[in-house]
């Protein structure tokens, strides 16, 4: 700890001259509360004592005029350390702090200057997708690779694309691998659930392999030359789902209408969305809007 | 009488192909050992366990004295009877107290955790890696090597759980110590077909024998298998409940870095004890510098084929003139046929040679030309994959047009074609376009490998020749379907790459100067 008091300018010094009178306030209530102790006047000699205590410690905390924090250091410090808390209060407000690391930087003035990658980089504690794709770093390029073929959403396809396409030929075959991987995970699962409704096609069975075939088209995964085909698909299995049980129409109509409207159909996306909504009635059509809205606001890109 | 045991002039090493699986490089090997009837070659063939290969595909040429076998595994054990169970118990017993007979500490695992920290190789590493003073049974079951995987868990892969890491380490290293206590096999000199475990039993032979080895990679062997590493199922990212509820993705394994930096390692073990390296690009060679080879010590010697030098194209033919006519509404001149090009793909229907992006870049052309598609090679190495191609080419409905014709003898595949198309992962220098070439047809290949040079050339004299077809990027059918649709619509350039690709392999690309090369080669080791 450093002591100011020889420096009247100080701040600290100041503090302590508009603290004093509080300081020298609750000191004297602590002494007193300590006589009244020593006396032994019994249990109302007790009861009088705590009242002067958490006095000294009501003075300090409203007479010091100090900051929010010292106040309360002071205030703890008095109520915790009967007697010596007011003193050890005063040291508190007398007190620099010296830990701060702005005391052993140079006391030069700051010079504004526009940020640099590196800043943005620190700032936001880890690198762009594309900057982590083409980093030196393998283990860097690697754990990027691998977060994109986790997520496998349009973004990550988008990237993974692109490194295909750059320059640096080891991160296009590493790329390339991974999209072929999530290629066949994609016909993995759609050869799955053709195969569920073949065995049995519920509304469920045909709801899911319309999905599975729409989230590949969705993503980007999916050629555009193969996704005709598919968007065909993707429709029918949606139809045997209407056709099963037309009244959960609902639960799928946005999925359905989002796969017309890629397959460029507006028409008949509004179709499916108005079907929905007489079948629903209004709580159907409050879903709808809703699921439409997060489309709008971009949790599905339409 | 003592009989003396054989030596040849020449030992190939090589993974698990020649005889028994027919492709490039066993292709290329084939005709190598034809090539030298002076010589007598051994070859040891390396592979993964016992019953892994089927019938060979080639008749060993007379000049081929022995085919030895090692294995990487033992051969995979049956059901074990309780007999069965206590026989093994008492040969764990006894190679627990093999090991405890050893003096001292292994010189073997001393070498091995330098090779995994990374140190550079010299000659007293390679004499510890070769002592041969630790058998695999010490190391599954010696405590000394329970230390040294405990040292090397830290030091490698401190994040990874150390029961993975063990039972990995175990897996790095069982094939590694059965193939360096491989009896030797006398010869003259040796010649390793690649690093990886090829190389390593390369050198260990060589050190052991004091015989000169020389190594040819074909494509680099490191790469193939980070290619291989990226993708394995069998070493799993970690990952916990929590990650995977919260959709973060697994982080990639610390154990891929690990196999792919013992691949490494074998490769510079390999370099280091190489009299000669020899490799089929100048791509190649600044790979195989990257990881540690010394340039000096490498050679360039393209593959080559045979060239029939009687028909050599001496000018461009001029293309045929198409009948025309006006477009009604427009008026423009359109001509009144399409155009149409017989395309092959030559090569195994497997994953790296990615038949996927051809069968669609295939379907992409045909939407503004004719084409007649082959794919002419085996199908039978990877099923799912074949069958994988076939859905696709059905769901895009070209089955008509797109057709698997499984292998054919070289010489009847290209007289019906126009060009041929490769758009693999990864290639070393594909014979497969230099037999387009030597047929005289353009090729269009993917950008890896030596195909940039084979295609527009690797020298002055050579780049004067011009282009012999395009370089395309990997996974990207739209250009591989662009350079085939510039090519049906463009007989001449059609017939000018095809020009310069013949006047190509008879340059730069024949068989008998690769004999020649190889010639000198094996001279120079074997007087050695």
Request: aromatic share 6%.
């Amino acid at each position: 700890m450093t002591s100011v008091f020889s420096e009247e300018r100080d701040p600290a010094v100041r503090r302590l001259k508009i603290a004093a009178p509080a300081l020298i306030l609750s000191g004297s209530l602590e002494v007193l509360s300590v006589l009244l102790i020593i006396n032994g006047w019994g249990g109302v000699a007790y009861l009088a004592a705590s009242l002067l205590h958490i006095a000294a410690a009501a003075v300090i905390w409203m007479g010091t005029r100090a900051c929010k924090s010292q106040r309360e250091l002071m205030a703890a410090l008095v109520l915790t350390l009967p007697l010596v808390g007011p003193p050890l209060a005063a040291l508190a407000l007398a007190t620099e702090g010296r830990g701060n690391i702005d005391q052993f930087m140079p006391r030069s003035p700051v010079v504004v200057r526009s940020l640099t990658s590196a800043d943005v980089r620190r700032l936001t504690e880890g690198l762009s997708g594309c900057e982590a794709l083409i980093s030196s770093d393998l283990d860097e390029r690697r754990k990027t690779l691998a977060l994109l073929k986790h997520r496998a959403d349009s973004v990550s396809i988008s990237l993974l694309r692109w490194a295909i396409s750059g320059p640096d030929g080891d991160l296009a075959v590493e790329a390339a691998l991974v999209l072929e991987d999530l290629n066949v995970r994609f016909e993995t699962r759609v050869a799955s659930v053709r195969t569920a409704t073949d065995v049995g096609c519920t509304f469920d069975s045909a709801v899911a392999a319309g999905d599975a075939l729409a989230d590949g088209i969705h993503s980007g995964l999916v050629d555009p030359e193969l996704r005709g085909p598919l968007i065909r698909e993707a429709r029918q299995y949606y139809e045997r789902s209407q056709s099963i049980a037309l009244e959960r129409l609902p639960e799928m109509a946005v999925r359905w209408a989002r796969l017309e409207l890629v397959a460029r159909s507006p028409d008949a996306a509004l179709a499916v969305l108005d079907r929905a909504s007489l079948v629903g009635g209004g709580e159907a059509f409050a879903t709808l809007r809703g699921q439409l809205l997060g489309t709008a606001q971009g949790t599905l890109p339409l | 009488m003592i009989s003396t045991p054989r030596v040849d002039d020449v030992c190939i090493l090589i993974e698990g192909t020649y005889p028994y699986v027919s492709g490039g490089v066993s292709s290329w090997l084939h005709d190598i050992i034809r090539g030298h009837p002076e010589l007598s070659f051994s070859i040891l063939n390396i592979g993964s366990h016992v019953g892994v290969y089927g019938k060979p595909r080639y008749v060993l040429p007379d000049n081929v004295a022995a085919l030895h076998h090692i294995y990487c595994h033992e051969a995979i054990p049956g059901v074990l009877t309780n007999a069965r169970r206590d026989a093994l118990n008492d040969e764990i017993r006894v190679l627990r107290n093999q090991r405890d007979t050893r003096v001292g500490p292994s010189r073997v695992l001393s070498a091995l955790k330098r090779l995994h920290l990374g140190d550079a190789v010299d000659a007293g590493l390679l004499a510890d890696l070769v002592s041969d003073d630790l058998s695999v049974g010490a190391f599954l079951h010696g405590r000394e090597s329970f230390q040294f995987m405990s040292e090397m868990a830290e030091q490698l892969a401190p994040e990874t759980p150390f029961l993975e890491f063990f039972w990995h380490c175990r897996s790095i290293h069982v094939p590694i110590l059965r193939l360096l206590s491989a009896p030797i096999v006398p010869a003259r000199s040796y010649h390793a077909l690649s690093t990886g475990y090829a190389g390593l039993v390369g050198a260990a032979f060589s050190v052991r024998s004091g015989r000169p080895l020389v190594v040819t990679e074909h494509g680099i062997y490191t790469r193939e298998r980070d290619i291989d590493l990226a993708n394995a199922v069998w070493i799993k990212d970690q990952s916990d409940g929590l990650e995977e509820e919260m959709g973060f993705a697994p982080t990639p394994s610390p154990l891929r870095r690990v196999w792919s930096r013992s691949f490494a390692a074998l490769a510079k073990v390999a370099y280091h004890q190489a009299a000669r390296l020899v490799t089929l690009s100048d791509a190649n060679r600044a790979r195989e510098i990257a990881d540690g080879a010394a340039a000096s010590k490498i050679t360039i010697v393209p593959n080559g084929v045979d060239v029939d030098m009687t028909d050599l194209p001496t000018d461009v033919v001029p293309p045929p003139k198409l009948q025309v006519v006006r477009d009604a509404g427009t008026q423009d001149v359109v001509p009144c046929h399409r155009p149409r090009l017989r395309v092959g793909f030559v090569g195994r229907v497997v994953p790296i040679k990615d038949v996927i992006t051809f069968i669609k870049a295939c379907n992409l052309a045909m939407a503004t030309v004719d084409l007649d598609v082959r794919i002419i090679g085996p199908a039978e190495e990877d099923p799912p994959y074949a069958q994988r191609c076939r859905n696709l080419v059905e769901t895009l409905g070209r089955v008509d047009t797109i057709k698997f014709v499984g292998p054919m003898p070289s010489h009847l595949i290209y007289r019906d074609l126009d060009v041929v198309v490769l758009t693999s992962f990864s290639e070393g220098q594909p014979l497969v376009m230099l037999e387009a070439y030597a047929a005289g047809l353009p090729a269009i290949a993917t950008d890896v490998g030596a195909c940039r040079e084979m295609i527009e050339g690797v020298n002055p004299a050579d780049h004067e020749l011009g282009p012999s077809g395009f370089v395309t990027r990997v996974a990207t059918p739209i250009e591989t379907a662009r350079a085939m649709i510039t090519l049906a619509q463009d007989p001449a350039l059609r017939r000018r790459f095809g020009a310069a690709g013949r006047h190509r392999v008879v340059g730069f690309y024949q068989r008998r100067d690769m004999i020649q090369s190889y010639r000198a080669i094996y001279q120079d080791m074997v007087s050695s």
